[in-house]
């Protein structure tokens, strides 16, 4: 089979195909196997660019060829190694029904082929997490039941003298991806603040997450306080660090309408003063974004939204499914190409108008997710049951097939008449009044709009105005 560079569409050469492949969707497959990623990026020195496969391939290709998370694991190591690795440091979130595993890798310089690498799995009970940055430090070398790792992870580290002494003292992260600053508030905050979302006892680690202390490092898994719900957990995808220090909704930069958003690039300087944008969570250049619900005894879902998880939806599709919906199709418009029917388009649409007006249509566009999720969840439950008493796996799979479809369209179909309807009510800086029959007017038949709110700018943003230009702007009585 053909390879090409899942970022750039580059084509590195043919592998082997396997004798048998399984049906995938996504990041998910048939199995209910889940694999997503972060790049850490790591020492640049282990790129090899001659590598025969990269990290969207490995991916992908493993999602066809692996049923559980312990199986996905071999096969990626068995290609890169076989082939070569032609990207940087990649951090796995690697899940099945059973089990939760993350996995670190990196290459060996263009000198050796492969990878070096460790895996650990995430104890039963506990929430692990990574954005972007290396966190697997020290591990156990003798739990093979919980903890695999490359024969040679440590000697390469050597060889390249990033690390000497004993194997038990040997921490991946710190040899292959070293914290600095930006990995730490640009990085690993984004851990911090789902940590301290589901966990207690993290605002502990607030100095570390602001770059400010390395030693402070958090742990690779916490207990949650319960368990995590789906909903939390989409939740906590649209994080923008709201109620602590790094709050982008409460400095000037958040204009006058409390915007949690900073357009690249994340660094400026002022008077030779260098100076951070926060890199959120939820940030305005998501492409798509997946919740992977890998549920024993019932077929899996993936959540599946497209743009900035703060402002977009998550469709329920069932992995068996044997269709996917025209509005989530490859193909279906490009990020050069406009296209009325793409989910990716009109959720953009609702997201450029939320960034102009945060604190308004944000707020109103964020309600009407919360709505349309949880509806979902209830009906996913509602539809479970049914297709419980399919006969047969064709049955099933035409079920869960119309099922995802329908959902799908059905959202996007909303979302295109949530476009028109904010245009309508926020346009020009007003808020149009409404009650139970919809928008109020004046009473003369004209469609004149009868209640209008203008909410103006935050106190914050007004006094900041006055500071600046009062003089010019002051009312003489």
């Known amino acids: 089979m053909d390879v090409t560079e899942w970022d750039t569409g580059r084509y590195l050469g043919k592998i082997k195909q396997a004798k048998t492949t399984y049906r995938t969707l996504g990041n998910s497959n048939e199995h209910s ?9 790591g020492r640049s020195e282990l790129e090899d660019p001659n590598g025969g496969i990269d990290y969207g391939s490995l991916i992908y290709i493993t999602l066809q060829r692996a049923k559980t998370a312990r199986e996905a694991i071999d096969i990626i190591v068995d290609l890169a190694n076989t082939y070569g690795y032609c990207s940087s440091g990649e951090s796995f979130s690697i899940i099945d029904q059973q089990e939760a595993w993350i996995m670190e890798l990196i290459g060996k310089g263009p000198e050796d082929k492969g990878i070096v690498w460790v895996a650990r799995r995430i104890p039963d009970g506990y929430v692990s997490a990574h954005a972007n940055q290396a966190r697997i430090t020290t591990f156990p070398w003798n739990d093979p039941e919980n903890c695999i790792y490359a ?15 004993e194997n038990e003292d040997f921490s991946f992260a ?13 990085c690993e905050a984004r851990v911090w603040a789902f940590f301290r979302t589901v966990a207690d006892d993290m605002d502990q680690y607030e100095d570390y997450a602001m770059g400010y202390n390395k030693e402070n490092r958090m742990p690779l898994w916490v207990m949650p ?10 939740d906590c995808m649209r994080d923008h660090y709201e109620g602590t220090k790094m709050d982008m909704r409460t400095d000037i930069g958040a204009g006058g309408e409390a915007c949690p958003y900073r357009w690249r690039p994340m660094y400026f300087e002022v008077d030779g003063v260098e100076y951070c944008n926060e890199r959120a969570t939820a940030t305005q250049q998501t492409g798509f974004w997946l919740v992977g619900q890998a549920r024993p005894e019932k077929v899996g879902i993936l959540w599946f939204g497209t743009d900035d998880a703060a402002t977009s939806p998550l469709t329920p599709i069932y992995v068996n499914s044997q269709e996917v919906p025209n509005c989530l199709k490859e193909g279906n418009g490009s990020m050069l190409k406009y296209s009325d029917t793409a989910m990716f388009w ?7 108008f939320a960034y102009l007006r945060y604190n308004t249509v944000g707020s109103h566009v964020r309600a009407i997710v919360d709505k349309w999720e949880n509806t979902a969840i209830e009906e996913v439950a509602k539809y479970d049951a049914i297709i419980a008493k399919a006969s047969n796996d064709k049955k099933l799979k035409k079920l869960t097939t119309e099922f995802t479809v329908n959902t799908a369209q059905s959202l996007f179909n909303s979302w295109v008449e949530l476009d028109k309807y904010l245009m309508v009510k926020y346009i020009d800086g ?3 009044g409404e009650d139970a029959n919809g928008f109020i007017d004046n009473g003369n038949g004209k469609d004149i709009p ?9 106190e914050r943003w007004k006094r900041a105005v006055a500071n600046d230009k009062g003089k010019i702007l002051r009312v003489v009585k």
Do not use: C, H
């Not at 196997?33 to 990026?41: A, D, P, R, S």
């Not at 710190?174 to 640009?186: I, K, T, V, W």
């Open 33 to 41: 196997l889940f694999i997503t990623e972060t790049t850490f990026g």
């Open 151 to 165: 024969p040679d992870v440590a000697d390469v580290a050597r060889k390249f003298g990033w690390f000497e002494g």
């Open 174 to 186: 710190d040899a292959y991806a070293p914290l600095d600053f930006g990995a730490m508030r640009g």
């Open 225 to 234: 306080r319960q368990k995590v719900s789906p909903m939390v957990l989409m």
């Open 346 to 352: 009109v959720t953009n649409r609702v997201a450029q």
């Open 430 to 432: 007003n808020v149009k």
């Open 450 to 458: 009868g209640k209008i709110e203008q909410p103006g700018y935050t």
